[in-house]
């Protein structure tokens, strides 16, 4: 004997929502008064895989410091002899050794170039502070030895530089007409030229006309 029997149930699905469902069973019947059990079917819930929360990484703007203060990054003074004599019948150049004082007014590391190949081109115009033009002529005098020379400076760090400069005739000259370049970041490309400083004034003597 075969029974079809239909049924209707209220469910709750993984999800919480509630449902009906409906469906039927066929159940074939050997023998009178035999008793039948139907286990529940359970449904596997599928292996997902772990979720991952990741953060997006914010590229602030860097914010570039104003060009004032760029040119005021390092500051430079040089000593030296303020007066040199020198006799120009034995020997028709007189140098000079003068010394480069660096500051790195920064809290941060910076690169600094000190460039002397066109120093002649720069600055040729300063007077002192009577308003006298001071001789630099192109060829009074030139600096020698290494034209370029780029160090790494530390936070507030002082740094001395040797230099050597050369005079071809007596005269007064002001030798402040090096470059200083400086670079905040890691790309050297982008230097500034720093603000100049005050006059540095150097008097050559001839021995032979005194």
Same mark, same amino acid.
């Given at each position: ?115 002397? !190949?066109?120093?002649? *081109? ?9 308003? @006298?033009? $001071? +001789?630099? #002529?192109?060829?009074?005098? !030139?600096?020698?030895? *290494? ?9 507030? @760090?002082? $740094? +001395?530089? #040797? ?48």
């Amino acid at each position: 004997m075969a029974l079809i029997i239909l049924w209707e149930a209220q469910v709750v699905d993984s999800a919480g929502e509630e449902r009906t469902c409906v469906g039927q069973h066929h159940v074939i019947v050997e023998k009178p008064e035999s008793f039948f059990t139907s286990y529940p079917f359970q449904i596997l819930p599928k292996e997902r895989p772990p979720i991952k929360f990741t953060r997006e990484e914010v590229t602030s703007e860097v914010i570039k410091p104003a060009f004032e203060v760029l040119t005021q990054l390092v500051s430079y003074t040089m000593k030296h002899k303020t007066r040199q004599t020198h006799s120009f019948q034995q020997t028709r150049v007189c140098l000079l050794g003068v010394t480069l004082m660096l500051q790195n007014n920064s809290e941060a590391d910076v690169t600094v170039l000190v460039d002397t !190949s066109r120093a002649q *081109q720069r600055l040729s115009d300063i007077q002192d502070a009577a308003g @006298q033009a $001071l +001789e630099n #002529s192109t060829t009074g005098f !030139s600096w020698v030895g *290494q034209t370029q020379r780029q160090v790494t400076m530390t936070p507030k @760090q002082v $740094l +001395e530089l #040797s230099l050597s400069v050369s005079f071809s005739r007596p005269g007064v000259y002001n030798i402040n007409n090096l470059a200083v370049f400086v670079s905040h970041t890691n790309d050297v490309s982008e230097m500034t030229l720093q603000k100049q400083t005050r006059p540095s004034v150097v008097s050559v003597l001839d021995k032979g006309h005194q």
